[in-house]
Nanobody, 122 residues
């Protein structure tokens, strides 16, 4: 089984910064794509940023130039550096890892973190 543990959320003023972390642990065979999603109250869960195993990144238009996704493959960890935060960035942020477990190395699964609240307010 693969577990994801997120950290780094909190309350920040508009224009401020936060850095989210998501560490994968357990019976990991390999990790492919790592990504961050967010879900605001009453809205669907949307993709924020994604990074491939080779380091290629893509971002939602709403966060381009403000957010940076990165990963540390040795630590099985993905990060989201969020700068110039706006009230509309307020949401629960979830990390997702696409990977294979030791028990089922031939199958790709989506693993999700528990979510971390980010609130941008003065």
């Amino acid at each position: 089984q693969v577990q994801l543990v997120e950290s780094g959320g909190g309350l920040v003023q508009p224009g401020g910064s936060l850095r989210l972390s998501c560490a994968a642990s357990g019976s990991i065979f390999s990790i492919n794509v790592m990504a961050w999603y967010r879900q605001a109250p009453g809205k669907q869960r949307d993709l924020v940023a994604v990074i491939s195993s080779g380091g290629t990144t893509n971002y939602a238009d709403s966060v381009k130039g403000r957010f940076t996704i990165s990963r540390d493959n040795a630590k099985n960890t993905v990060y989201l550096q969020m700068n110039s935060l706006k009230p509309e960035d307020t949401a629960v942020y979830y990390c997702k890892v696409v990977g294979r477990s030791v028990a089922t190395p031939l199958r790709l699964y989506d693993y999700w973190g528990q979510g971390t609240q980010v609130t941008v307010s003065s």
